[in-house]
């Protein structure tokens, strides 16, 4: 079996948005913590111009548009921006949606506020060249706010083994574990490319409840040994 195989999204383009897949609810279930993440560093999104980077089918994408982000969203699949477009006209909201990779991000240098990169490190090819492009993008002192999989033996079998092998609430081949980051890895990564971070300021989100569908309720957590949220700011 093929691990990290991004093609099998496009099999549940047309479905994003209506419920019936519960990876897809899994992915809608973790906006609200995020944004609540979001809401302790810089809550005030009104105006700004804002990346969602690997945007799949815009659910990042509309919550901030709905805070007044100005937001374009820039994912590698086709289908799945078709999908985006049409709920965001049918919801009223302005949103751009381009076809791109995050290590060649098709948007001018210092043009962006705020990137917002969610479940998108631990599958491009160079996690280090895709930093390297939203330090680009970004204006000076503009952020970024991403989430990733930390790289050890407990995420191994939680993330893949538990989550696409046994329970398949994930599409089996979405992840390949060699490719997740490491919490001290990426603030590196971060630091070489121009990148305020700090490790202190990272934060675990996770699972913490069931919800009447059966389905993870997630929330912020004190550790970050399986999935992990971060921020980062450019140097001006």
Partial sequence: MKRNDQAIFH????????????????????????????????????????????????????????????????????TLLETAREHARAQNLDILYREGRGEAIPMRTGTIDRVVCMDVLEHVEASEKVVAEIRRVLRPHGMLFFSTVNRNWLSSFLAVTMVED??????RGAHDPEKFIRPIELCSQLQKNGLTASFETFRGIGPTSLDRRLDFVFGLLPVTWVMYLGFAAANG
């Avoid at 992915?27 to 945007?55: E, H």
Wanted: proline share 5%.
């Fill in 166 to 171: 046994i329970l398949q609430v994930v599409p």
């Fill in 11 to 78: 099999d549940y383009a047309s479905s994003w948005w209506d419920g019936s897949q519960s990876f897809q609810r899994l992915l809608a279930n973790l906006v609200k913590p995020r944004l609540a993440y979001f809401d302790r560093i810089a809550p005030d999104w009104d105006g700004l111009q804002v990346l969602d980077l690997g945007c799949g089918g815009g659910f990042m994408a509309e919550a901030l548009a709905r805070r007044g982000a100005r937001v374009t969203g820039i994912d590698p699949i086709s």
